[in-house]
């Protein structure tokens, strides 16, 4: 079995940080890339950002300059630092992995998802 379980979210005033986590668990033989989205009430799930294994990173045009995404592959984490939020980032946040599992079969996973609430 895997798991990915994200923590970090919450309620921040408009200009402030939270910096997300998403640990992934289980039978993982390895990961491939692994992404934040979001959600917001009435809107599509759109992609925040993606990080390859080898470290490539894109973005969102909106959080560009402000949000950075990591990851430490030895704890099968990523991360992503959002700075000077803004009132449209509120949304529910959730964590994907390419993943292949120990049975050697590949698929996406997700989280559970987290809300993030800046207030203006």
């Known amino acids: 079995q895997v798991q990915l379980v994200e923590s970090g979210g919450g309620l921040v005033q408009a200009g402030g940080s939270l910096r997300l986590s998403c640990a992934a668990s289980?039978?993982?033989?390895?990961?491939?890339?692994m992404g934040w989205y979001r959600q917001a009430p009435g809107k599509q799930r759109e992609l925040v950002a993606r990080?390859?294994?080898?470290?490539?990173?894109n973005y969102a045009d909106s959080v560009k300059g402000r949000f950075t995404i990591s990851r430490d592959n030895a704890k099968n984490t990523v991360y992503l630092q959002m700075n000077s939020l803004k009132p449209e980032d509120s949304a529910v946040y959730s964590c994907?992995?390419?993943?292949?599992?120990?049975?050697?079969?590949?698929?996406?996973?997700w989280g559970q998802g987290t809300q993030v609430t800046v207030s203006s």
């Open positions: 994907n992995a390419d993943l292949i599992s120990s049975i050697l079969t590949r698929r996406n996973y």
């Open positions: 289980g039978s993982i033989f390895g990961i491939n890339a």
């Open positions: 990080i390859t294994s080898g470290g490539n990173t």
